[in-house]
């Protein structure tokens, strides 16, 4: 049944000044040629909650099952700062010492077998406090977002800084996003040959280029998928680079930068962007650069999806 | 109007063999879900002539602009062996010094002046010996079979040990397919600032990660587009490993390689590949293997586009 008093546009978005800023881009896009119609989103914490990680959640699964195999590991300094939650420890070993460990737990395994865990993984897990399963802590608005965007004839990517084929083996499920479509961090292969001669792909526990971070993000945008966004949607400062190149290529085109103000919904917490010699609040950043900022407690009627 | 006594399905292709087998793949493939039904196209000689390589035409004619430019260039090794077509001083350089030698007269550029200058030279550059424009020796039974594929909701992806960004320059245009479906050789992207502060890119010398012929066809496939094919089709040996790729993986599947034994309406040579100790002929290794061979001159009713 049609209901004429209701906008059926972003349901899950309350009117205000954020909302138009959303719906006027929408419109003005269509005056770009298709090919030019490209968004480019971050996951943890964009479209999905990023408290905590959900891949960090999926590693120390990996590394509980790793100890219980050979208890020895548990020993191993980057698995046991992970496992008790040391962030003091985590600081000092560093975030690459830790995730080159944590990718030496999948060394050996075919893209097919590290697909089949994540997916395991995210069919089963629960959020430690927001009384719903991993899977569904993906944003409403955002997902209504994706599928105007669509509707526009835009192409969706997904530039995470989280593992590649983590995101992949759960984006065209949550997000309608097809694996080709994710840039991430990605894990090298080596291309090995099986008994019967056939080759095949091993995961090794060597990161390819670069962490997908900052700069990185679009640098690896641009080699991975050749095309340039003209939306880019994040919320913390290692998505500062991609939404100021998503504004740099000519008009119209919008950033958009989630602002987790939301405690009671979900969390309130603010990311720093490194600029010059110091930290900047993400929101300033964004204030100071004419993006548009989205107050979760503000903006969104709805957080997750029922 | 419908011509009921013709049959529609691939018109380029000869009754035979080679067209019985493809047809009986297209058939057969509808049993595979929609997400795995992945086609991987190697480019020059398998969609295009490569004789002589498309890209070397347009590096030859950056060459020529460089020397115009600064005539003391016309005195280095890398670019007199090119312009002089020595090919005893090419193979003594060796083909990687020679890339990066060329790939020095792009340092600096944006990805859009490069995609410009691929574009611009595509537009009007001709064949040698063909009698037709560069742009129209792409083969009319693959431009065919690309549409057959799509048909059936296949995601084609193109897989060339050519240069990503020339490729993606003309993939659009050629043969449908957007510039992230195409896998190539990649140089990497430095990201800058520009005097009003916003990021940029600008193309190096230096090649990311490794050139993209042999089992780095299937790594960089993977990483890049996180899809595995069930359609393989090329012509060297520098694909071997992405036909073999594309049969292990469970049926239906198959290797499509071209064959160009026509002289008379095209060229007549055969690609080898390293296999153990020794040189293959790429048609020996498909014999072998089972692969479906395409001879150009008995299987192809029309070669180029009218």
């Known amino acids: 049944m049609s209901r004429p008093d209701v906008d059926p546009l972003l349901p899950s978005w309350r009117p205000g000044a954020t909302r138009d800023a959303l719906v006027a881009f929408l419109d003005a896009s269509l005056d770009r040629p298709v090919g030019e119609r490209v968004a480019a989103f971050d996951n943890d914490g964009t479209l999905w909650s990023e408290q905590p990680f959900v891949q960090l959640a999926f590693l120390e699964d990996a590394v509980q099952a790793a100890v219980a195999a050979d208890p020895t590991l548990a020993g191993r300094a980057e698995y046991a700062a992970l496992l008790e939650g040391d962030r003091a420890a985590m600081g000092e070993l560093g975030l690459t010492r830790i995730a080159l460990a944590l990718a030496e737990l999948f060394e050996g395994e075919t893209p097919e077998q590290f697909t089949e865990k994540a997916r395991t993984f995210m069919a089963g897990a629960h959020h430690p406090s927001l009384d719903r399963p991993l899977r569904a802590t993906t944003y409403q608005p955002m997902l209504e977002l994706l599928d105007e965007l669509r509707r526009r004839d835009f192409t969706v990517f997904i530039v995470s800084g989280g593992g590649t084929e983590f995101v992949r083996a759960v984006s065209d499920d949550l997000y309608g996003v097809a694996p080709e479509a994710v840039v991430g961090t990605l894990i090298a292969y ?100 004419g993006w548009t900022v989205v107050s979760m407690a503000r903006d969104w009627a709805q957080v997750f999806p029922t």
């Not at 740099?248 to 603010?270: I, K, N, T």
């Open 190 to 289: 080596d291309v090995t040959r099986r008994a019967d001669g056939a080759p095949e792909l091993r995961r090794t526990a060597r990161v390819l280029g670069e962490a997908n971070e900052g700069p990185a993000k679009i640098a690896n945008m641009h080699s991975q998928l050749g095309r340039r966004p003209i939306l880019g949607v994040g919320n913390s400062g290692g998505d500062r680079d991609l939404l100021e190149w998503a504004c740099a290529g000519g008009e119209p085109s919008l950033a958009l930068l989630v602002d987790h103000d939301d405690a009671e919904r979900e969390f309130a917490y603010r990311s720093v962007a490194q600029t010059f010699a110091e930290d900047e609040p993400i929101t300033e950043v964004a204030e100071r650069l």
